[in-house]
């Protein structure tokens, strides 16, 4: 009797641990559904999980709004560390955090959403999940075609979220041919495409000529995408490559980058762009400015200027096209330059007849203010998501929330390679101005390392981030090739 007592109370254990998980549960869905008798939390759906959606969805009183989030990504993309990323200085997990980090207090869904119905508050989304075949399933109760069904979610508020995608100019042959870097995966394609090259050009057989067009990197877009992805390459072909391959085919590597506009880094200040110019030609890097790539085709630029550029890889990086679904909405008014979406100060979509949708806010790159245009950066995406959480916090208090966006323009900061940046805040208002303005060189490169630093979301991140730079630093980067 005595032997069998512990393995009862063992078991009242377990029993009164499981017990509690579920009434854990209940109160969790309950809480889900109402904040009180009688007064139901109204339905907040979220479209998109980047620097606006995601920003929104960290601070949102979730005890206070039903959340739900509809993303094509499980994740977030901090965008800035993306093109260290590429070459390995960080590793893929510090430029991520995962949008179920905050289930089971929202409701998530890996889909597009491909519809929005502002009349009945309803949205069509489209699964963004693999379609798995039926022999994987269960029973065969679910077929290819289940998995891939459309279906609808109503809202009671709506933020839309989606971002832009990447422009192409419709130039033949992009979109087939060259790498874009707007999210971890192309990072990823990119990394593994560059160590492929250098595996390739190693080969015994190839005369030098095969070999230095596998070791051409071509960059298209001047903009601080790609000039902080060529200094960042440049930093890994003159350090870890350097190291590892032979001396003979690392000579043979170069890098060149096309932009059609006279100057590289548009937005930055004329001094900083000469400095940049400058200090990324004496590197070695080739700027080829007022240049227009014609076409692409396997392994080869169409160049106006030049002729035929043969590459072993390229990246494409010309700013921004509206998303589909931004396009799609025809009953909302729109920039008719950059066709994104145009909101009031209170960041509500503007209806085709000129009034504010009051239930439906548009945030990001999807969007634009139509007194006051700002860039499209993670900056003013992210500043949008912490004024929409102030206003729909106030509003799910019943409290008003008057005061309209406005933004504080806290600067511009690009890595330039070989430990230096630039970092331009001239053009913000006075207020904003009361410290430096603009720097160069290792300060610069210091602020953009504390600033990305700062600006990282999560402890896991705050920790890997230094980690893997101080890592790196001492031993290389990783040049595994998966
Ligand atoms: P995104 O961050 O692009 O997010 C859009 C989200 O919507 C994604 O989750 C996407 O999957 C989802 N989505 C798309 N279509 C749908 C749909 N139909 N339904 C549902 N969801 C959808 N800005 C800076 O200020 N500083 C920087 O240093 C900087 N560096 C950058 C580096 C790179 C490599 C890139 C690509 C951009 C950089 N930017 C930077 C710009 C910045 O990342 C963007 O301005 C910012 O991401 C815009 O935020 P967003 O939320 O509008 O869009």
Redesign the pocket.
């Known amino acids: 009797v005595r032997a069998a007592q512990p393995q009862r109370s063992v078991a009242t254990v377990l029993y009164s641990k499981q017990f509690k998980q579920l009434a854990r549960r209940q109160q969790q869905q309950r809480r889900n559904l109402s904040i009180g008798p009688g007064h139901y939390k109204q339905r907040l759906v979220i479209?998109?999980?980047?620097?606006?959606?995601y920003g929104l969805l960290r601070g949102i009183d979730k005890r206070r709004w039903d959340v739900t989030v509809?993303?094509?990504?499980t994740y977030?993309?901090f965008?800035?560390l993306?093109?260290s990323t590429a070459v390995g200085t960080l590793e893929f997990r510090t430029a991520i955090e995962p949008v179920r980090r905050y289930a089971p207090d929202i409701r998530y869904y890996q889909?597009?959403?491909?519809e929005v119905d502002f009349k009945n508050k309803v949205l069509t989304c489209m699964p963004a999940t693999r379609p798995t075949n039926s022999s994987a399933t269960h029973s065969g109760e679910y077929t290819r075609c289940d998995l891939q069904k459309p279906f609808s979610i109503s809202y009671d508020k709506l933020v839309i979220?989606?971002?832009?995608y990447s422009q192409t100019f419709n130039v033949p042959g992009v979109k087939e041919h060259a790498h874009f870097?707007?999210d971890v995966k192309d990072a990823r394609r990119i990394r593994s495409r560059i160590l492929e090259c250098f595996e390739q050009a190693s080969q015994p057989f190839l005369s030098d000529l095969e070999r230095r067009n596998l070791l051409h990197f071509c960059i298209v877009g001047g903009g601080?995408?790609g000039v902080?992805f060529a200094a960042e390459l440049h930093d890994l072909l003159h350090t870890d490559i350097a190291r590892h391959y032979d001396k003979s085919i690392v000579r043979l590597a170069k890098i060149t980058m096309y932009d059609v506009a006279p100057n590289i880094l548009g937005m930055f200040d004329a001094n900083l762009r000469k400095y940049t110019e400058k200090t990324l030609s004496r590197e070695g890097i080739k700027i080829l400015t007022s240049h227009h790539v014609d076409k692409v085709e396997p392994g080869k630029l169409h160049v106006r200027e030049q002729g035929e550029v043969p590459f072993g890889m390229l990246v494409w990086s010309t700013g921004l096209a509206p998303?589909?679904?931004v396009q799609s909405l025809t009953d909302t008014k729109k920039d008719p330059k950059t066709s994104s979406i145009i909101t009031n100060d209170h960041l509500n979509l503007i209806m085709s007849n000129g009034e504010p949708n009051p239930d439906v806010w548009t945030?990001?790159?999807?969007a634009r203010i139509d007194t006051a245009p700002l860039p499209?950066?993670?900056?003013?995406?992210s500043q949008k998501a912490k004024y929409l959480v102030r206003k729909l916090n106030k509003l799910a208090n019943d409290e008003e929330h008057k005061a309209p966006f406005e933004f504080h323009n806290q600067g511009?900061?690009a890595y330039i390679g070989n430990w230096k940046a630039i970092y331009d805040r001239s053009g913000g208002n006075e207020k904003d101005d009361r410290f430096m303005s603009k720097e160069t060189g290792r300060v610069a490169w210091l602020l953009w390392r504390s600033a990305y630093f700062t600006m990282t979301l999560s402890w896991r991140n705050k920790i890997l981030v230094p980690t893997y730079w101080f890592l790196n630093w001492i031993f290389g980067r990783d040049i595994t090739r998966f």
């Open positions: 479209l998109g999980s980047g620097w606006g959606g509809i993303s094509p990504n977030f993309n965008t800035p993306l093109a889909a597009w959403c491909d979220a989606v971002g832009a870097l707007k601080p995408t902080e998303n589909p679904l945030i990001g790159d999807a499209a950066t993670a900056q003013v995406a511009s900061l």
